[in-house]
């Protein structure tokens, strides 16, 4: 595949050397020339001087062949004007923007242009391992409707299949990490110690089902 990635900072720079070593061939593109020095010197991919948004800058770096197009500059605003320029200019699907300010990321996810809130992503990594069942989903959809979270089972549910688990909470286990593997859920799979259950529901319905798993079942009328 090729992949036109904008901004080569350390995020950018580590991208590009990754997508090479997986064969995928590469355009970086930077306003500042001296920020190529962060590339290899066996860097085989193409290096273009100047801003994302600019579509004779995109054209020169390949983005009407292009797979994907990757905005990780320092700036929100070049990072989502671009991946919308590579989208709805230049018809790439499959964008991914870098955004600092959370706000701007969740307005822009539900326009359906995936973003990656850098600090956001930190924090709620953190927040899933100390209150994982009050923590932000691991995943929404772009409507900002269906999520996939974790969520924490009362210790009473050892031992029940998880089909049975389904109907009782009313909601849909994709998968089960277990010591730390996944698992995904088979009709005689059952609930073992340390599961940790990946739930995908509408947003709006979490609360009811973590309330419901985090109760012994026979608690639960």
């Not at 290096?47 to 994907?68: K, P």
């Not at 070049?78 to 964008?95: K, L, P, Q």
């Not at 009050?134 to 995943?139: D, H, I, R």
């Not at 849909?172 to 859920?185: L, S, Y």
Request: hydrophobic share 45%; glycine share 8%.
């Amino acid at each position: 595949m090729h992949i036109v990635i904008m901004g080569c900072g350390r995020v950018g720079s580590t991208l590009a050397h990754i997508l090479e070593d997986g064969g995928h061939s590469v355009s970086i593109i930077d306003r500042d020339p001296q920020a190529f020095r962060r590339l290899r010197a066996g860097f085989r991919g193409r290096r273009v001087t100047g801003v994302g948004f600019d579509r004779d800058v995109l054209t020169e770096a390949g983005v009407e062949s292009a797979t994907a197009f990757v905005a990780v500059s320092s700036g929100d605003n070049s990072n989502i004007i671009s991946a919308r320029v590579a989208r709805e200019t230049f018809g790439v699907d499959n964008v991914v923007a870098r955004i600092y300010d959370p706000r701007r990321a969740e307005v822009y996810q539900r326009l359906g242009i995936p973003t990656v809130a850098t600090v956001r992503w930190t924090a709620d990594q953190i927040m899933r391992r100390i209150l994982p069942e009050g923590a932000e989903p691991l995943w929404r959809d772009p409507t900002g409707t269906v999520v996939l979270a974790e969520a924490a089972a009362h210790p009473s549910w050892i031992g029940t299949r998880v089909v049975e688990l389904e109907e009782r909470a009313r909601a849909r286990v994709a998968f089960i990490n277990r010591m730390g593997e996944a698992v995904t859920i088979g009709p005689d799979t059952v609930v073992q110690e340390g599961d940790v259950l990946h739930v995908i529901a509408a947003e709006s319905d979490m609360d009811r089902i973590n309330k419901v798993l985090a109760a012994a079942p026979e608690e639960d009328d």
